[in-house]
Structure formats: C-alpha cells, structure tokens
C-alpha cells in the first residue's frame, strides 16, 4: 500500500547541478502531477501527465523536464539548479475524473 | 481577485468547538471541488470532494454556492488532531486535471 514514492526526500545542490526527482504510483492511475510548494505561493503545478506518452507544462515549467517513463513512473530533472528552484517537490497521482490527488511525501531541494 | 481565495487565519479554538472556512473562486465554470488538510510539512491529503448538494463525513461537512462562487467546510467538535492547514481546491475550468490550489487556512485546535 505504498501509494505515491518520491526520492530522494532531501537534497542539497550546487548552483549549476543537474538532477532527478524520481516518482512512482502504484495505484495504477493514468494522472501524474509535479508541484512546487513556496511560502506564501501554494502549490503551483510545473508539469503534468494525463496519461503514459503525454507530458503538458503547467503553470511553471521553466528550468524543469520532465518524462513518464512508463504508466507508474513521471520523473523531473532540473538541468542546471538555481537558487529560483529551493523548494518542496511533491509528486502526485490521479484517476481520470473527479477525483482528488494522491500526493508522495515530498523532497525537499536547496539550492546554494 | 485570485483564482482561490482564504481567509489564512490562523484560527484557535478550544477542543470541542465548532470551525467554518470559507474559499470563494473566480471562474464559474469550475466543476470539481476539494478539501484538503496539509500537516506541517506533509503532503497534502484530500480530506473531502465537494457536491453541488453538500456533503457530510462524520465531523465535516462541506457546501458549494454556485451562485455565489464559494465552498465552506465546517468542523463540528474540533480535535486536537485536526491542527493542520486547510487547503481549498478547484479545478481549472474544462479541465479536471488541472487543480487551483488556495494558500490555505491555518487551524490550532486547543487543549
């Protein structure tokens, strides 16, 4: 019953660094969401997948890529980090419809 | 105006009282309405969906006024477990995928 796993849960990166933000659902939902959480900005949507193949920009895309690897797995790289970029990840999933998110536990990314 | 508006408090109540939020939105063509709660930093959770007609689940109730363009979330006999941010969501219109998400609404439950 794991639901949504993000990894890694922290990190630290240079300015100028590159990695990934890995995700997998195991509910077999068609939806999967990348979300950046700010202070005093909520969460505001950076790239979403509504189903395997297709991958959309949401309301901040810039700096970030993202593939959906397969229907479990929506990864998110971050080419070349900057300072911009320091917050809470959350990866999430969906079934089609009216339906609410499921949300993994978050990474939390500094960049220096 | 924002998309989503709440009023961020924080609220404190004593156990035992009974809590209203309200979130009023912009476009009335959204179509999917949603409570979550957010721990300090946790994940968001849904807590409920929001119908046209109202909703209950034990201790929450929630509204939709269409006409008026704002959900309510009401807590009867407040726990101290249920400390937490409220968040207030409503979907992009003609886009079930896509979620506005309110800044949220902070509550202390206390002792």
């Known amino acids: 019953n794991a639901g949504v796993t993000q990894t890694p849960k922290f990190q630290v990166l240079k300015t100028g660094q590159s990695m990934t933000l890995q995700c997998a659902q195991d509910?077999?939902?068609?939806?999967m969401y990348w979300y950046r959480q700010d202070p005093g900005m909520g969460l505001r949507l950076i790239y979403y997948?509504?189903?395997?193949?297709?991958?959309d920009k949401g309301e901040v895309p810039n700096g970030y890529n993202v593939s959906r690897l397969n229907k479990r797995e929506f990864s998110l790289r971050l080419e070349s980090a900057a300072p911009s970029q320091t917050s809470v990840y959350f990866c999430?999933?969906?079934?089609?419809?009216?339906?609410?998110?499921?949300f993994g536990s978050g990474t939390r990314l500094t960049v220096v | 105006r924002k998309e989503v508006e709440q009023d961020p408090g924080p609220f404190n109540v004593p156990e035992g009282a009974t809590v209203a939020f309200n979130c009023t939105y912009s476009n009335s063509a959204s179509q999917s309405f949603f409570w979550y709660r957010q721990d300090c930093r946790k994940e968001p959770k849904l807590l409920m969906s929001?119908?046209?007609?109202?909703n209950e689940d034990g201790r929450f109730t929630a509204q939709l006024n269409r006409a008026s363009q704002y959900i309510s979330l009401l807590i009867r006999d407040s726990k101290l477990s249920d400390s937490a941010t409220y968040l207030c969501v409503v979907n992009v219109a003609g886009n079930n995928r896509k979620l506005i998400w309110g800044l949220g609404t902070s509550l202390a439950v206390n002792p």
């Open positions: 509910m077999n939902h068609n939806s």
């Open positions: 999430a999933s969906s079934e089609a419809g009216n339906y609410g998110y499921t």
């Open positions: 929001v119908y046209s007609s109202g």
């Open positions: 997948s509504a189903s395997e193949g297709t991958t």
